[in-house]
């Protein structure tokens, strides 16, 4: 194993009960590429995400990051092994204010643990990464705003920075672009593409417009089965695809 | 930047915050040991040494409610094993067992606090919410229950120690009740300033972090049970503390430093103080302990005072004083308050009268059942009384019913006029 | 022999007047997420109810009357007072129990003053049911165990047979679902709280006077019942009725066992016992430690099954 793929499901499945909600999936991610999961409702698109990032424990199969298996570990331990993820829901630290919501997803990766012994206002190297990465999603002017008190839009491009601000390779990104209107999106694409320059990037996108503009490869999960795994030409060129699932919408979306 | 302080944003801006901030402490270093040579009684010295203790106690408490989120109903546990470990030292330096200063005492209460807080944290932190609880009360009642049988604790009679041990260093000996005054105050300003820092420190944030949201901390890195545990353990440490300047304080302690009373104590106060702030709990234990020497003085009925004031914070002011306090500050700094002034003044009076009408009534009722012995006769605020006549019964009744009508009426304006106010703050803030 | 029977059939009697206040508390939980820390101020005020309404007009209608007061009562504390603070969240509303909890502890010696009151069990009930060789089971006993398990009966009818049950039941797994389709969960919410105040209070009004009516009887069995709703499991009822009963069991045998681990000892010098605070430790009698035992076994519940007897495992 020379150069192992960033991320690599073997046949991992998960049921809840009785009923089989991801049912073998196998998927290989070599490092930098950007890869989109697509898929009907329902499919397991976000269980997936889940089971990956350690939420969920899996039923079977084997997950590895970087070569070293991660099956079983918790979310902190992935975490820690530069595995991040954002939520669909908004999922935010809301009564700190922006700087300390960015300030709590540097602090591990940064290697200060759980030191009570530092105070924050010395560390220049967190004050420094936590400024520039607010920077970087544009709330630089709300800073010291309380993040129970800011818009949906912020709410989200702080949602993208606290997952990108313990410089993880692997990123998970779940839906980033959902409920927002045309121009948000545009914006919301533009920041993604900036912040995630040279890492892993496995996302679930509903807007196929984004999907396909910014994917360097396609998997289509339909009823926890990956139908596909191509380029956006290959997927858009495959038959069983475009029945199951694309359809024309997608067609006019990406005209 | 005029927009950071937003009438939601619980954090100042910064620069602003850092020159005053030095401002405060060295207000609240000086305040402890000046007042003393305003206050010499007796009374009021031995009231200043619980306060003392009650705000460490509290502060130690607030690591738990307001910092991490969780609810201790087990508190006493730490503040009582740390209480005993102390005395049992205290006892062992007099008999020329053990050779430690009393100065340095609080340490072996906040050790073993510590001790304990790793014990019983590692079974307590592993849920937080209800559940943490529901825990802690039982680990407090285990404790509790058995503080009655297990050896060491003295029994009924708790165990009793001598704080003056001989070694007195440059004269001190702690006898003098001054001497003990001075001890909490060192004790009080340099737990308070650790406790502060505490907050400023990656765990401390984290702590936070994990009060709002458990699993999103676990997506940046940090195992919240680990957070809340550390936390715990620190906490404790200072109602160990707490304990061991309590034990020096009264020469004795007893069963009830381990009561789910004494842990409900530091929870009362911290949430009257106001939770959500650090100074919280400083006003809210200072209150607390004045109500309950001055009011304890005069009336056996002042933890029904103390539950009134309680459940009417949980109901209407759940930020608590210091709540209260941070809201009218903005007011103030706008200058807008004497646009409060008239609706207050409107609500004041009806508030006088119902609290009168209900504390006739608490104290008739309180003495034809408590003091039926002593005769009908009885005397509230000078005024004498007697409650087998229908008279004050009526008058309570009246001055409740009255005060509870126009009470009601004018909060509903001042709140119109506090409605109005926060827009008006809105619309500054908005260019 | 006839040691053990008595304490069984003692100890079930009083594990049934656990379950009767475990499960009201149980079913609060697991329907609002609130737990009730008043749960045990309406036991006490259901004591103090029915120790009034008896001394007036007798037993039997106190037995009825006093429950419904309380229902009535939880359902008013449900509706203008929980419900208002519920939108700042769980520990507010813990919270506000706690308060009740307070102002019920101070408010019962206020009225009815600061000693146990004589509240008497019935002259119709106040005789020898049956006697096991030298000791004898009282008829009140007996009765206890009756409404107990008469209780339990209604209560599982009431929610495995009729609508409301459903809706309870349906509740309890899916609030959303339940709202979404058209029940008033609110109303719902408000009804369960008045039942299990009601409960609450009618094991106060059968357990006021089979033991002490007294000011400290709701701190007294508060813990122990939240010890109950933990080690059943939380939300859980069938959890929480194992548990009154082995609770209530272990307690009244561990009362009643004047044994310590020094008598196992006896006989045999134990090199051990030369320490003093060991041999202090070791004359413990069993039942000295009674009071400690619910909690241990909480405490040993939580480091070996932290979900409980029948709790759901996350």
Redesign the interface.
Known sequence: MKNPPALELVDVSKSFGKSLIIKGVSLSIPRGERHAIIGPNGAGKSTLFNLISGRFPVSGGRISLNGEEITGLPPFKINRRSLSRSFQVTNIFHRLSVYDNICCAVLWSRGYRYSFWHPLERLRDVRELAESIIEQIGLSRKRDVVAGALTYAEQRALELGITIAGGAEVILLDEPTAGMNRSETDEAVELIMRVTKGKTLLMVEHDMGVVFGMADRISVLVYGKILATGTPEEIRGNKEVQEAYLGEEALDATA | ?M??T?A???????SKVRSRRWLVWVAAIAVPLLLPLVFRSGYALSMMCQMGIAVIFALSYNMLLGQS?L?SFGHAVYYGLGGYASIHALNAIGAGKLDFPVTLLPLIGGVTGLFFGIVFGY?ST??A???F???S???G??MA??S?????FGGEAGISANRVTGKGLFGITYGPPVQVYYLIALWLVVSAILMY??T???????A??V???P?????????PQ??RF?TLV?SAFFAGVAGGLTAINYEIVTQEYLT?HTS?TP?LMT?IGGAGYFFGPVLGAILVTFLQVVLGAYTK?W??Y???V??ST??FA?QGLAGIVMQHRQVWSAGLMRRLVPAYAKVFVPACALLLGTICL?ES??HL??EAQAGTQMSLFRIPLDVATPAPWIGAAALIAIGLYFFRRSCAAAALSWEGITAELQRRKSP | MEFFLTSLLNGLSYGLLLFMLSSGLTLIFSMMGVLNFAHASFYMLGAYFAYQISSAIGFWPALVIAPLVLGLAGALLERYGLRTVHKSGHVAELLFTVGVALLVEEIVPLIWGRMAVKYAIPRELDFTLFSLFSTSFPAYRGFMLLVSVGMMVLLYVVLTRSRIGLIIQAALTHPEMVGALGHNVPRVFMLVFGVGTALAGLAGVIGGNAFVTEPSMAAAVGSIVFVIAVVGGLGSLEGAFIASLVLGIIQTFSVALDYSLSDLFAGSEVALLHDEALRSLFSIRISQMAPMIPYLVMVLMLIFRPQGLMGKRE
């Open positions: 930047m927009n950071n937003d939601m944003s619980l954090t100042l801006g910064e989120g609810l079974a592993k849920r919410g209800t559940v609880a529901m825990i009360l039982g680990i009642e285990l229950a058995g009655t049988v297990l050896p060491g820092a505490l400023q420190t990656p765990l401390g944030r984290m936070n972090a009060r709002d949201n699993e999103r901390a676990q997506f940046v890195g940090y195992n680990r957070v550390i620190l789910a409900v929870l949430f009925a933890p029904l103390m539950g009134v309680f459940i949980v109901l759940p608490v009722t309180y059942t408590t």
